[in-house]
């Protein structure tokens, strides 16, 4: 389990909807949306681009060193 939360930074390492989506393995997103009885459960972002469903397996939460 990523513990994961709705606003946490996520940085996406094996998207394999990439096409679809708009992005790309090593972007950013937010955490915007946890949906946890769906496979795709996971609704990120950017900001810019349109919001996109994600598996756990496709994200792993972003720890920003300061």
């Given at each position: 389990?990523?513990?994961?939360?709705?606003?946490?930074?996520?940085?996406?390492?094996?998207?394999?909807?990439?096409?679809?989506?708009?992005?790309?393995?090593?972007?950013?997103?937010?955490?915007?949306?946890?949906?946890?009885?769906?496979?795709?459960?996971?609704v990120c972002?950017?900001?810019?681009k349109h919001?996109?469903?994600?598996?756990?397996?496709?994200?792993?939460?972003?720890?920003?060193?300061?």
């Open positions: 389990m990523n513990n994961i939360n709705i606003g946490d930074k996520v940085i996406l390492i094996d998207d394999g909807h990439s096409d679809y989506c708009g992005y790309m393995d090593g972007d950013i997103l937010t955490v915007i949306e946890i949906n946890p009885l769906d496979d795709f459960k996971y972002g950017d900001g810019v919001n996109c469903r994600f598996k756990e397996s496709e994200i792993e939460k972003y720890n920003q060193i300061a």
